[in-house]
């Protein structure tokens, strides 16, 4: 059996945090990385606050993982987690170790560490030193290792150039989702779109701890950080795989019949977006994939590579509103005939570019606020790859059985065709007298909200109150 164990790679100003073995101990006089045993059915994340607060007496914040590696020692093998910690509050007071040492990164091999630690001052090391990106800022998304390490100054300097730090999400409308949710203590909240879990963390932070969230995502990926996040920062959150469709079964699996408030904040999360491999972002080179479960169904590379010329421009005009979506549609039958076929992001973009006859030069966009011109052919292909028109409405028909009576459910929508189907279904519910009438228009996020986070600025939120 292999047992899990976390480590701290605690950063203060350039400098990492070094704890020395207190007699008696194994390994005693050697060096480490704070940290220790994660327990049955804990995170990584949480075990560290833990240790860290048993072991030194301080708060973390905990960042993005380091390094991961195994060991074997005489009695068993350990899989050791690094994590970094970019933040703490209190005072170090080591419990078990007999000395503490901040050690700038290039130094930490000079120490005479334990040995498994060897390997996290090494990737620490060489991390600091190593040039990781061209040019005075990093632009790919695994080069922003400030800011997927939660480097307040890094988040900040994100947050005021108008974009979302690298892996993470700002969670849209939050004022507004709380005071239509009204979460009161005690509550039960079922949050279908929990993504990095943005407004879950409010919502529970303003329930308390008598309030429970249950949190869906058919992300597995990210739902597994989501719920190492969510875990490391306590309260009452339940985390399930399960897409729209399934919602109703995984709340009847967890013993009930309906929630108190439900949220549904629709689209991808920045994280989707922002990560290359899934192939989801103009922005950056990637497989086209676009699926937000990537354990099932067709990439969007597959569908393209099956759907007919007609079939194309259809999905373009209806999901995307996309003006030219016969020509793009064309232009990737000639690419796919002459045995070119779209297979990256890339290769989508500049089929988009050539269809809409601009030069690579012109094929960018102005500034954060404007819109790019593959935009809505990605949008329309997102949404045809991830079935989300058939999802929603599968929501929506569910909707009144899974809010109780005098309970809360909210949508965030993001585009007329989102909005369609939202607009239609509550009305219609609200005519049959299961909710409150009349549905009132949805609000639009503040001019503020829509000037920090480009990403907020087609938000409609919907709420509605179950009779
Ligand atoms: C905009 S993000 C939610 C962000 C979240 N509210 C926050 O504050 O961090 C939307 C999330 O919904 C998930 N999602 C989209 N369609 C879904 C579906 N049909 N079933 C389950 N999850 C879905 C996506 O995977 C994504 O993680």
Redesign the pocket.
């Given at each position: 059996m292999v047992a899990p164990v976390c480590a701290a790679v605690i950063l203060r100003s350039g400098k990492v945090l070094l704890a020395r073995r207190g007699p008696g101990r194994r390994h005693a006089g050697k060096w480490e990385f704070p940290g220790g045993r994660i327990e049955e059915g804990e995170t990584p994340a949480a075990a560290l606050v833990r240790e860290l607060r048993e072991e030194f007496g301080i708060e973390a914040e905990v960042g993005a993982e380091a390094s991961r590696s195994r060991h074997v020692y005489d009695d068993g093998e350990i899989e050791l987690i690094a994590l970094l910690v970019p933040r703490f509050t209190g005072e170090l007071k080591p419990v078990e170790h007999d000395r503490i040492s901040w050690v700038e990164a290039r130094r930490l091999l000079e120490y005479d560490l334990a040995p498994a630690d060897v390997l996290i001052a090494e990737v620490v090391a060489a991390h600091r030193r190593r040039k990781r990106y061209r040019g005075a800022h990093p632009r790919r998304f695994a080069e922003k290792y400030k800011e997927l390490g939660a480097d307040p100054k890094a988040l900040a300097k994100a947050r005021a150039r108008g974009s979302t730090p690298a892996g993470s999400?700002l969670?849209v409308m939050l004022a507004e989702v709380l005071e239509a949710l009204e979460p009161l203590a005690g509550a039960s909240v079922l949050d279908?779109?929990?993504?990095?879990?943005?407004?879950a963390q409010a919502v529970a932070a303003r329930m308390g701890p008598e309030g429970s969230i249950i949190g869906?995502?058919?992300?597995g990926e990210?739902l597994d950080r989501a719920a190492e996040r969510l875990g490391s920062l306590g309260g009452n959150i339940l985390v399930r795989r399960?897409?729209?469709a399934g919602a109703r079964q995984a709340l009847r699996g967890l013993g009930k019949e309906g929630v108190d408030a439900l949220l549904a904040?629709?689209?991808?999360?920045s994280m989707?977006l922002d990560r290359p491999e899934r192939g989801m972002s103009f922005k950056t080179d990637g497989p086209l994939d676009m699926r937000?479960d990537r354990s099932q169904g067709q990439t969007a590379a597959e569908w393209l590579a099956c759907a007919s010329e007609a079939q194309v421009a259809d999905a373009l005009a209806r999901f995307g509103d996309e003006p030219d979506a016969k020509a793009i549609a064309a232009r990737l039958a000639v690419l796919a005939a002459a045995g070119r076929a779209a297979k990256t992001t890339s290769d989508l973009a500049a089929a988009v570019a050539t269809a809409k006859r601009l030069k690579p030069g012109r094929f960018q966009k102005k500034d954060a606020f404007s819109a790019h011109p593959a935009a809505r052919t990605f949008q329309a292909l997102r949404m045809v790859v991830?079935s989300?028109s058939e999802?929603l409405s599968a929501l929506l028909r569910d909707l009144p059985s899974l809010v109780r009576s005098g309970g809360r459910a909210v949508f965030l929508t993001f585009h007329s065709g989102e909005e369609a189907l939202v607009q239609e279904a509550l009305a219609s519910q609200t005519v049959a007298g299961l909710w409150l009438g009349p549905l009132t228009a949805p609000r639009k996020p503040s001019p503020e909200e829509a000037r920090e986070n480009p990403r907020s600025r087609s938000a409609r939120l919907w709420r509605v109150v179950r009779s």
């Open positions: 999400h969670p279908c779109t929990l993504g990095w879990g943005g407004h869906l995502d058919r992300d990210e399960c897409d729209f904040d629709l689209g991808v999360s989707q937000m991830n989300e999802e």
